[in-house]
């Protein structure tokens, strides 16, 4: 099933932020940051687009990056280096507004 204009552009900004794919040390903070933004279903959403890319092991990662993240909170570091390289991609570090899908 196609994702909602909003969530097909906060996986295109992810795309942008990270044109090699997420690194996996960084979903723990990445996934930090999208739950300060987003509801639990569209970060699941996202996590199924983003392992759709092919490999199980991501898929595998991402599952668990997030379950991570609800048990613990990640280090500042690394959620302040997840939210530059973000930014460098156009991520709208505000609070996102779910009827547009431009920045």
């Known amino acids: ?26 979903y723990i903070p990445l996934f930090a940051l999208l739950g300060s933004q987003l509801t639990e279903s569209e970060i699941g959403s996202i996590a199924d687009e983003l392992a759709d890319d092919g490999d199980p092991a991501t898929a595998e990662a991402i599952k668990k990056a997030i379950c991570t993240v609800t048990q613990q909170k990640p280090k500042e570091p690394d959620v302040a280096r997840v939210r530059a390289r973000l930014a460098a991609g156009g991520w709208p570090l505000a609070t996102p507004d779910r009827g547009s899908a431009g920045n």
């Open 1 to 26: 099933m196609p994702l909602p204009p909003f969530l097909a552009a906060v996986v295109g900004w992810l795309r942008a932020g990270y044109p090699e794919g997420v690194p996996e040390v960084d």
